[in-house]
């Protein structure tokens, strides 16, 4: 077996990302509510991409690179904070984002262009024709002697998920410490990355913990997860297969990815305005309002301890706007 300190990993963030009560919404639903502070990572305006981050810029460096290619939607936080990260360490960024949505000089689109990246607009709904583009760039590149490292969309391999089996093992110390025992992790799930990770770690570190995953696009998840814990399986070189009994899948794409609604809407006002902090309308505002509608709904045991991810997005408030005022 391999240890997650046997990988190779450069230092971007700030760890271990604050866990925080949230005492408020704690008393309104009567139950022991925790957040993660992973849009604390400490780069660009935080988010969950860097832990995975560390992991594969780590092996873009080991093999020479120079650039950085990867994909999402115009408003991807992926995008962004490869593009920040790889100005840290010297790496060209060069970002291949759908243009769909809102890809208007604004929030994440914006932040690029601050960073310095290279934006690439396509006009494909469609990634298999992003990532032919990738490779024929990859090539060109060649020609001109400069190694370009691909990142697939939402850094979502199972080098990527590393950083997110650690961030379950950090979770778990920082609940030993508070002297709590979480009943369950809760996720938003986009790529699957995270999520898988997640999952991964709940196998290693503590298969009693549910792992809660809110889908918030229209893709096969169990299956992604059930592929990308495989492959974390094989890139550690466990002797058992990650096969525990806590995944826990859930979807609420609503409108569709990107777009969120009044419910959302709704999630991030109550936890601004009661706690102070932000979500985001993409990812975490749909997976929060999904944890309210089940809390609202009496669904969980009477004293039940519920860690809340939260993996960041602020940019995207600048950009995709809720439905009314
Ligand atoms: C990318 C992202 C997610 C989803 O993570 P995946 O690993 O892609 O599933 C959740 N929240 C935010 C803010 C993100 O940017």
């Known amino acids: 077996m391999r240890l997650l300190s046997d990988f190779p990993r450069v230092s971007l963030g700030c760890f271990p990302t604050p866990l925080v009560a949230l005492p408020n919404l704690s008393r309104m639903f009567g139950k022991r509510l925790y957040l993660k502070r992973d849009d604390m990572t400490g780069v660009g305006l935080g988010g969950n991409k860097v832990r995975k981050l560390e992991f594969l810029l780590a092996d873009a460096q080991n093999k020479g690179a120079s650039i950085v290619m990867t994909t999402g939607g115009a408003q991807s936080n992926h995008a962004m904070l490869t593009a920040a990260c790889c100005g840290r ?12 949505g809102v890809s208007q000089e604004v929030g994440n689109v ?3 262009h601050l960073l310095g990246a290279e934006v690439v607009l396509m006009d494909t709904d469609d990634y298999r024709v992003i990532y032919e583009e990738m490779a024929r760039r990859k090539t060109a590149y060649a020609k001109e002697g400069k190694l370009a490292y691909e990142i697939p969309l939402g850094g979502s391999n199972a080098l990527g998920a590393l950083g997110y089996v650690e961030c379950f093992r950090e979770t778990m110390a920082q609940c030993a410490a508070l002297g709590i025992h979480p009943d369950r992790m809760v996720s938003a799930v986009g790529s699957g990355g995270t999520y898988a990770g997640l999952c991964a770690g709940a196998d290693l570190y503590a298969p009693d913990v549910k792992v809660t995953g809110v889908a918030v696009d229209s893709e096969p998840f169990a299956q992604i997860c059930t592929q990308l814990k495989a492959e974390i ?3 550690l070189e466990l002797e058992h297969p990650l096969n525990g009994n806590n995944v826990e899948l859930f979807d609420n794409v609503g409108a569709g990815y990107g777009i969120p609604g009044q419910e959302e809407k709704e999630a991030v006002e109550l936890m601004a305005r009661e706690e102070g902090i932000f979500l985001d309308p993409v990812y975490t505002g749909k ?13 969980f045991q009477e004293d039940e301890t519920i860690v809340f991810l939260h993996s960041g997005g602020a940019g995207g408030l600048f950009a995709i706007p809720f439905p009314g005022k």
């Open 233 to 235: 399986s094989g890139l």
């Open 287 to 299: 997976a929060f309002s999904l944890l309210l509608r089940k809390l609202r709904a009496g669904e």
């Open 89 to 100: 360490l010297g790496m060209q960024a060069v970002l291949l984002l759908k243009d769909r």
């Open 110 to 112: 914006y932040l690029d």
